[in-house]
């Protein structure tokens, strides 16, 4: 729940009184049932359940709130004993906290003590701090029942006497909530309310409180509704929201899925200018283009820099590519660390980057400042360039419904050249030209000239190739030793030199050998001993590493091998899960080549080796087995090109079905066996 204040004019009040009217939902006494369940049906295996879940926030009586029974099932249900409050000193009054613990026996253990006692900060698993209380005794069996009430109070304002300034501060405080519907646990029941507005609204005269977006009335109060069919937030003629729901399932984060964010049960309300998409995606972008167009405005400087930078060049692709090595060169502090306001001041720069001239100038700026001055020198050296602003793929899923451009992250560049666009992400340091960060790939955003939003294309699987090649000795007892190197491009190798941007040396080496590991078959270790390609833009990252260990067993005159040294990249959750309710993302198309060659053990010769196939989906992916036995030696190349992103639950069966397929393929063995006449251990 996170709050939001409100800002109005002036007023003569008498007084304010925060009568917290969340605090009257009474406790409920437990029924039989309740105290004597140890699993739930409806949600079997679940750690805790909960029965009831209500949320609140009262803007006419100024609270925030929240009331909860769960009932502990497992040893790991009792985590939810902790329980998170939006609260921070110092910028309202504490909480009123009340809970309690039932025992299956029917035993009430009470929560004793104030909010200032019971309240602790941690970081959450967001890496956030937030304030925590603990229910009391907890034990498998147990039902939990907490409620807190929180007072809005806060958001100075002007133009009053010091003796009212708290007073209409209170009045003017205000919480814009964000029902989270679905929970990492099942719900029984749940119930939310939201009254939006304040006493100014309501009280005598009304209409006091006005909310401005970049200067401009906004109107129109507005929900992006993410629920289950059939149910939807009801409003009543007094202007307040409710939603009641029951049987949630719980939210299980799924891996090589959309962000949480997309996929999660849950309700968005804010304020907003317009309630047609149409007439906001035009004239918001609109106001964009022209905020952009003033940022990026090529001066006297930036001209004669352009002109410097592309000297020589004949063509505008030389340019551009020009241009783009020279903005990449520059301190981008998304990579690095901004500068305060003391040390601006201390360097004699400006108090704020106000101009794309002043990015150049200090030859240092944010990933979307760089990315702007890219846009000024483009257009300077004679460019056809448009902005491009985008949401950010791993964060969130652009909507076009939620009329607000704070969906939208990331500024990247498009060039338009002898009939062809080409897609630049300029504030992505060492991403090459041409290519875009993964998250910006198939993202949605809006882009200059354009009246309705846009998409950004997919990758080209040729920008993303992954390519292990071994070269192994094996030993007659099936040990293997030998050498791994490992080449990349594309979105895997800016993986890895943007990390070595943000972290030491040793981090990387350290999260390179446990990459190694999760691609080295059962029984063999290995260590990286060599790095290169790290700091550049273009070509390859290339890894060696050596490595050692069991991979074979003997079964007499023969060695029996898996038939694909490296794990192949089949995902093993689409073999093992038969359903899946989220769509699957699998972030970028890419080709994975493995090549592993065998030296054979004296007196060995190959009896059987995987089978030369193709497998194919059509217009979705190709598998390419190849073997080249040779004198002692034999070749096994795995290449596996996957051309799809994103695909749909409903298409899942044909993606499992594919790729057990590819799971029996490489449960393939090669068979060593024993000349006849070869000489004993």
Aim: net charge negative.
């Amino acid at each position: 729940m996170r709050i939001h204040l409100c800002a109005g004019a002036a007023l003569t009040l008498a007084a304010l009184s925060l009568p917290l009217a969340g605090a009257a939902q009474k406790f409920q006494q437990p029924t039989k049932e309740e105290l004597q369940m140890t699993s739930d049906p409806k949600a079997p295996g679940a750690p805790a359940v909960f029965l009831y879940r209500q949320e609140e926030a009262d803007n006419h009586s100024h609270y925030v709130g929240e009331y909860a029974r769960i009932k502990v099932l497992t040893e790991k249900g009792k985590e939810y004993a902790t329980v998170e409050v939006p609260y921070i000193a110092g910028y309202s009054d504490p909480p009123i906290i009340e809970g309690r613990t039932i025992h299956s026996d029917g035993t009430v253990i009470p929560l004793v003590g104030k909010a200032s006692d019971l309240l602790v900060v941690k970081t959450n698993k967001f890496n956030v701090k937030v304030s925590v209380f603990n229910l009391p005794s907890v034990e498998v069996g147990s039902i939990l029942e907490y409620k807190w009430s929180l007072p809005l109070t806060g958001g100075k304002v002007t133009g009053t006497l010091d003796e009212d300034a708290d007073v209409i501060s209170g009045m003017l405080a205000g919480s814009i909530p964000e029902w989270d519907v679905q929970q990492p646990i099942y719900i029984h029941k749940e119930h939310f309310y939201w009254n939006p507005y304040s006493d100014l609204e309501t009280g005598p005269g009304g209409g006091g409180v006005t909310h401005l977006i970049n200067g401009e009335t906004a109107s129109y109060l507005l929900t992006v509704q993410r629920l289950p069919a059939g149910t939807t937030v009801t409003r009543s003629p007094k202007g307040d929201f409710t939603l009641d729901i029951q049987d949630v399932p719980a939210f299980v984060h799924e891996a090589d899925a959309p962000p949480d964010e997309a996929m999660r049960y849950s309700v968005h309300f804010y304020w907003s200018i317009y309630n047609s998409p149409d007439v906001f995606w035009q004239n918001e972008t609109e106001r964009w283009s022209k905020q952009l167009n003033e940022f990026a405005a090529p001066s006297g400087d930036i001209r004669a820099a352009a002109s410097q930078i592309t000297a020589g060049a004949t063509t505008p692709d030389a340019k551009a590519r020009k241009l783009y090595d020279a903005v990449q060169s520059l301190d981008n502090t998304d990579f690095t660390r901004a500068k305060t306001e003391e040390e601006r001041r201390q360097l004699h720069l400006k108090k704020e980057v106000k101009k794309a001239q002043d990015v150049w100038s200090e030859k240092s700026g944010s990933g979307n400042e760089i990315a702007a001055l890219y846009l000024a020198l483009a257009r300077a050296a004679g460019l056809n360039a448009d902005g491009l602003q985008v949401a950010d793929r791993n964060r969130r899923i652009f909507d076009r419904s939620f009329l607000s451009l704070q969906q939208l992250d990331s500024l990247l560049v498009v060039l338009h050249i002898d009939g062809k666009d080409i897609y630049l992400d300029p504030g992505q340091k060492l991403c090459p030209f041409g290519q875009l960060l993964w998250t910006h790939t198939m993202a949605g955003g809006i882009q200059e000239n354009s009246k309705t939003p846009v998409y950004t294309p997919p990758n080209a699987t040729k920008d993303a190739i992954t390519a292990h090649a071994a070269d192994l000795t094996v030993d007659t007892q099936g040990g293997i030793t030998g050498t791994v190197k490992i080449l990349m491009n594309g979105p895997a190798a800016l993986h890895w030199r943007q990390l070595n941007l943000t972290s030491d040396p040793d981090e990387v080496r350290k999260q390179l050998n446990e990459s190694l590991r999760n691609l080295l078959p059962q029984g063999i270790t290995g260590e990286v001993d060599k790095i290169q390609g790290l700091e550049t833009t273009e070509g390859f990252l290339s890894v060696s590493a050596k490595v050692s260990g069991q991979m074979g067993s003997s079964t007499g005159k023969r060695l029996l091998l898996p038939g694909f040294f490296f794990s192949t990249g089949a995902h093993h959750q689409f073999v093992s899960e038969e359903k899946r309710e989220i769509a699957v993302d699998l972030h970028y198309a890419e080709q994975v080549i493995d090549d592993a060659v065998y030296h054979l053990p004296a007196g060995f010769t190959v009896e059987s080796a995987p089978t030369p196939a193709q497998l194919p989906w059509p217009e979705h992916a190709t598998l390419v087995v190849k073997t080249a036995p040779g004198a002692g030696t034999i070749d096994i190349r795995h290449t596996f090109q996957r051309a799809f992103v994103l695909l749909e639950a409903k298409e899942y069966p044909a993606l499992r079905d594919y790729y057990q397929k590819i799971a029996a393929s490489d449960q393939q063995q090669l068979v060593l066996v024993k000349s006849p006449g070869a000489a004993a251990n």
